[in-house]
């Protein structure tokens, strides 16, 4: 009896921790893209012509770049399409399929952006990134431990010192998510938003003054 | 007495801010709060409100608007249409509780105001508190600060800027400003402009009013009254018109509780809201950025204590845009038989409902204006309140109708501007006009004049005549013709977006033997020549003639006059045309027509 308590408490036991260690483990990024479909591309003029393709053919768009719209598309799409007058490739969905992930620190930040990704946030012991599967394969292979993300990226809060509206306008381009500004005698203008990183980089390349509140 | 004077203000002002309703404001509703106090208005007032799902959210929720009107289950088409939206960011929740205030001191007032009773009873107004019911229950259960909806992006991110969505400029623009292309920010503007259904949803409702007349969204924070453009500092047109509702709004904000909210942002941003209704439907748009002015007083989460005297100051602005809406007090006739009914004239597809570019209450002396000449405009501004209207802003311009339909536009002259008093009944107004030396842009003797009539409490919504009774035009075109002849109607596409023209000769009245018609065809298209217009007319079946935006069309017609005709004839051909934007949604038509006064000359 004392011994079916003992291997009851151990096989408890070991359940249990067995549980607590799963839940600490990170999954590890994948680099496949998420289906098998292929995807295309093609140009389109301005966003008027994306919105009346939208409106006719409500087509499942994956990205766009410029004027250059990815898509999945039918057989049958790609031919009323073609009819209508566009010229369509099919894309490497390797380069436009991204993902954002967690990379645990191995050697220097210039290695890692060789490959082309972008530097979300840096934290203590692991960068956040954004990479298409084609940059996150290569750093696979150069030995860096890449996971995915338990919980979404956030944005720092922060406070940016500007001279010109001018500036406002260029943080607000580089996507700087602005609650307000505020316009102080001798400085110019404070800037009160969120920003990753890369965003900040920028800015201070710009010269600006970046406080991080949190 | 002046004490008096004074504790009757001091009267007036708090019973103008104690709260009317039924609803209580010391606390940020949860989404399901929301719901349950948006059905208590509706079971407390059956007889002036339903509720209506009008889509869905990316995760599935219902999207819920509460129409307001005297006949809430009749979609009214003579009854103007007035939208209040609020939480486009997730974060913003004071904008929910404006939008329940809004409604509940509506309703409230509704038996004890018979002024607002009146507007009401003319009106639907829709009111939508949660544009994006994802993004609220995220902000709510998990993260404060989320701003935007919850789409899964597939690439570990969530969520597009909702409010850089809409499609005017959106994305791929020549504006030099693309947005946000990258999903990780918090002004990502999605893969297509309306690729989130929570906007679509927005755009879809839009259309289907008949008679739209006025929009305002609440976000928070920064104290601000904002009139389009956003993505641009260049001005839209209509400036003048859309200042004086900020100028008139941000008083009005001010005299409740001392905050004077600005009339500029600091920065441009597309795909925005109220630049798609402007541009789309040039109804009046404004975005009003509530309290407080910094995140040192709270930014996104001000105290509970501020929700009240923050719906307190923002009231007022409303009710202006409600009454301005619902009324024709201070009007002018865009035909004979106009009776100041908004709008005046319809498109029916093969021509306008009436010429309303021939306002009988515009004309000049002597009748038909020579070039080079000042001649005296005469102005008859209507007054039906049955009050003397002080303070009444008339306006006068005229335009090179090549350039512009509307009134008052970026290339309208201003002929002059006076502030007078009209009485019960009406009024004449007479002004200078120097009748421009030498032809219009298209070698035409041929000048729109436009007139507005604008009062604090009587603002037009729009510049475009026939769609308010604020505003009446008058075509002056006279050709003296001898023989039979091909003469040219210009037409201009003065919008951003590639359009479809029509054009239709309104062939009655014309003497005996008399005949015009148009002597050009649709050209057919090179299949060779494969252009983004082309792509677009074949996207929407287009088979009509298409302008890139700014380019211009001169259209022959022809003037067939019979033999025995006798000199000195005066007979008026209408021509009315329109241009459809080629956009995706609804197509709203605009354009107006031309009068030519013919003349016949000794041979």
């Known amino acids: ?214 | 007495m002046k004490q008096f004077i004074f504790i009757f203000v001091f009267v007036v002002i708090l019973s103008s801010l104690s709260n009317a309703g039924i609803l209580t404001f010391t606390a940020y509703r949860t989404p399901a709060q929301v719901e349950t106090d948006l059905n208590l208005l509706a079971t407390t007032y059956p007889a002036l409100t339903k509720i209506t799902s009008i889509g869905n959210s990316i995760q599935g929720r219902q999207i819920k608007v509460l129409k307001i009107s005297s006949t809430p289950n009749i979609n009214d088409n003579k009854k103007g249409d007035v939208v209040f939206l609020a939480l486009h960011h997730a974060r913003e929740w004071l904008t929910v509780e404006m939008a329940m205030y809004l409604a509940d001191e509506l309703l409230a007032r509704y038996s004890t105001d018979n002024e607002l009773a009146t507007d009401i009873n003319n009106l639907q107004i829709w009111i939508v508190p949660i544009v994006n019911p994802d993004g609220y229950q995220y902000s709510y259960t998990t993260y404060r600060n989320w701003r935007k909806n919850r789409r899964d992006n597939g690439d570990g991110t969530f969520g597009v800027d909702l409010n850089r969505n809409y499609s005017y400029q959106w994305g791929i623009t020549s504006s030099g400003i693309e947005g946000s292309n990258n999903p990780l920010e918090d002004t990502y503007h999605g893969t297509s402009s309306f690729s989130e259904p929570e906007v679509a949803t927005i755009r879809d409702f839009l259309s289907g009013l008949t008679n739209f007349k006025c929009f305002l969204t609440y976000h928070t924070y920064w104290e601000l009254f904002l009139r389009p453009w956003s993505y641009t500092l260049s001005d839209p047109p209509g400036e003048a018109t859309l200042n004086s509702i900020v100028e008139r709004s941000i008083n009005r904000i001010a005299a409740i509780h001392g905050h004077t909210y600005a009339e500029e942002i600091s920065y441009r941003c597309n795909g925005e809201a109220t630049d798609y209704v402007w541009n789309g439907y040039r109804s009046a748009a404004f975005t009003t950025e509530m309290r407080p002015t910094s995140s040192s007083l709270g930014g996104f989460a001000p105290p509970a204590t501020e929700i009240i005297p923050n719906n307190e100051e923002n009231l007022p602005a409303a009710l202006a845009l409600i009454h301005d809406a619902a009324r024709t007090g201070l009007w002018m006739k865009d035909y004979d038989g106009d009776n100041g009914s908004e709008p005046s004239a319809e498109w029916l597809g093969v021509g306008w409902s009436h010429a309303f570019w021939e306002s009988p209450d515009i004309w000049t002396d002597p009748a038909i204006p020579v070039a080079g000449t000042t001649v005296n405009l005469k102005i008859q501004i209507r007054n039906n309140t049955g009050n003397q209207m002080g303070n009444v802003t008339v306006e006068a311009y005229y335009n090179d109708p090549s350039f512009s339909i509307d009134f008052p536009d970026l290339h309208s002259n201003l002929i002059d501007r006076k502030i007078v008093s009209v009485p019960p009944g009406g009024k004449t107004i007479i002004m200078d006009w120097n009748v421009p030396e030498g032809l219009n842009n298209n070698g035409e003797n041929h000048w729109c004049v436009g007139a507005l009539v604008k009062h604090d409490e009587d603002m037009p919504l729009t510049t475009q005549v026939q769609r308010t009774s604020n505003i009446a035009c008058r075509n002056f075109h006279p050709m003296i013709v001898t023989s039979s002849m091909v003469f040219f109607s210009s037409v201009f596409n003065p919008l951003d977006h590639a359009a479809e023209v029509k054009l239709n000769i309104d062939k009655k009245g014309l003497p005996f033997g008399v005949d015009v018609t148009p002597r050009f065809s649709v050209p057919r298209k090179d299949v060779s020549i494969v252009t983004s217009k082309y792509r677009k007319a074949r996207l929407i079946n287009s088979r009509g003639i298409i302008l890139d935006p700014k380019e211009s069309i001169n259209l022959p017609i022809r003037l067939r006059l019979p033999d025995n005709i006798k000199t000195g004839t005066e007979f008026d051909v209408k021509v009315h045309y329109s241009l459809q934007p080629l956009i995706a949604g609804k197509r709203e038509v605009i354009g107006n027509g031309n009068t030519y006064h013919i003349v016949v000359g000794k041979k």
């Open chain 1, 1 to 214: 009896m004392i011994y079916r308590l003992i291997l009851f408490a151990s096989l408890v036991f070991v359940l249990t921790i067995s549980g607590c260690c799963q839940r600490g483990i990170i999954k590890d990024a994948t680099f496949e893209p998420e289906n098998n479909r292929p995807v295309y591309v093609m140009q389109v003029g301005d966003s008027d012509e994306l919105g009346l393709i939208q409106q006719r053919f409500k087509i499942q768009l994956k990205s766009r770049e410029g004027s250059n719209i990815y898509f999945y598309a039918s057989e049958s799409l790609l031919d009323s399409l073609k009819e209508i007058g566009y010229t369509i490739q099919q894309a490497d969905v390797n380069q436009v399929e991204f993902r954002v992930v967690k990379v645990f620190k191995k050697g220097t930040e210039e290695e890692i952006l060789k490959t082309g990704i972008r530097m979300i946030n840096r934290e203590k012991d692991h960068w956040i990134i954004r990479g298409n599967l084609i940059q996150l394969q290569l750093l696979s292979t150069k030995g860096y431990s890449i996971k995915k993300m338990e919980t979404e990226v956030r944005p720092r809060q922060v406070e940016i010192k500007v001279k010109d509206k001018k500036d406002i306008q260029y943080i607000n381009d580089i996507g700087v998510d602005i609650f307000n500004s505020v316009e102080k005698a001798g400085i110019g203008f404070i800037v009160y938003g969120a920003a990753f990183d890369y965003q900040i980089d920028l800015m201070k390349s710009k010269k600006y003054e970046v406080i991080i509140k949190q």
